[in-house]
């Protein structure tokens, strides 16, 4: 919780309350889009066609989702 002034309003950043709750798997899913942007902005800078683009944000996607899903899977909690 952040600190209250006078007038109530919160001071401090609800976001730092909440680094704390980002894991490993919401980082892959946000990989997946930013992979595609990234790929996109590339591709205009470099002139590439739309379908050079396109394979190579499916790879870096597909190479996240291979990752969170196959390679290290999620497991239980230890506490259930």
């Avoid at 600190?3 to 798997?25: H, N, Q, V």
Wanted: proline share 5%; aromatic share 8%; glycine share 14%.
């Amino acid at each position: 919780m952040g600190l209250r002034d006078s007038t109530g309003i919160e001071t401090g950043s609800r976001l730092a309350e909440y680094g704390s709750t980002i894991d490993r798997y919401d980082l892959l899913l946000g990989l997946i889009p930013t992979a595609f942007a990234v790929a996109g902005i590339a591709g205009r800078i470099f002139d590439l066609s739309g379908k050079a683009t396109l394979l190579a944000g499916v790879v870096i996607a597909a190479l996240a989702l291979l990752d969170g899903l196959f390679f290290r899977p999620p497991t239980r909690p230890r506490g259930t």
